[in-house]
């Protein structure tokens, strides 16, 4: 699930020497409010709508014009992850992905990104998730799926991240494919470990907006 799998090709970069009313045209075409900027193949920014509206100059250069979002990119064989998190830190809903010499490649749009991930947690089959804070030196998912398989549950997938508040642990968030969680939830408990939160679907499918809600909150976005 790297990041150049998901780049989007409807989405095209405006050069320096384009001009604000064809960036505006392009905009409404593809409905987007934001576009990349290039240069000779170097990634410069992104330029908002409301700015080319405060401008109100059809004829004026895209190089006129400062970019926003300088550091809203990351490498292209970076996990769809990165993606999300730097959309997050930039308050943008596209990123530009570049390759290691730096050279533009092309963006990943949030909903894209979003989609992926949670194709990639199972999240849209029937289930459960649990996030647990778990010390590294005593991770072991074999030993944890061992525990959680006892009460007859398997785990659909699995993904980590450290913890923000404490460099020796990691949130560890398991999909798993039964939606009950008490008996699972008591017996890692039993087993010592620290569950931080949970998402149960108990009435069959949800809609898209609550997967991608409860997604985001799983990744605190």
Partial sequence: MH??????????????????????????????????????????????????????????????????????????????????????????????????????????????????FADSLSIKSQGSVLILSISMTDYSLAEIARIIESENTKVLSSFITTDPLDDSKIKLTLKLDQPELRHIKATLERFGYKIIDHYQEESGVSSEEDRIGNLLRFLDI
Wanted: glycine fraction near 4%.
């Fill in 3 to 116: 990041a150049y799998e998901y780049i989007n090709n409807l989405i095209p970069p405006l050069k320096l020497s384009d001009k604000t009313g064809m960036a505006l045209a392009w905009m409404e075409e593809i409905r987007t409010d934001v576009l990349p900027v290039i240069d000779k193949g170097i990634f410069l920014g992104f330029i908002k709508e409301e700015r080319i509206f405060e401008i109100n100059n059809p004829d004026t250069l895209i190089g006129e014009i400062e970019p926003e979002n300088q550091n809203c990119w990351v490498f292209s064989d970076k996990h769809i992850y990165d993606v999300l998190r730097v959309s997050s830190e930039q308050h943008s809903n596209i990123v530009a992905v570049l390759d290691r010499e730096l050279n533009y490649l092309g963006i990943v749009t949030m909903e894209d990104s979003i989609a992926a």
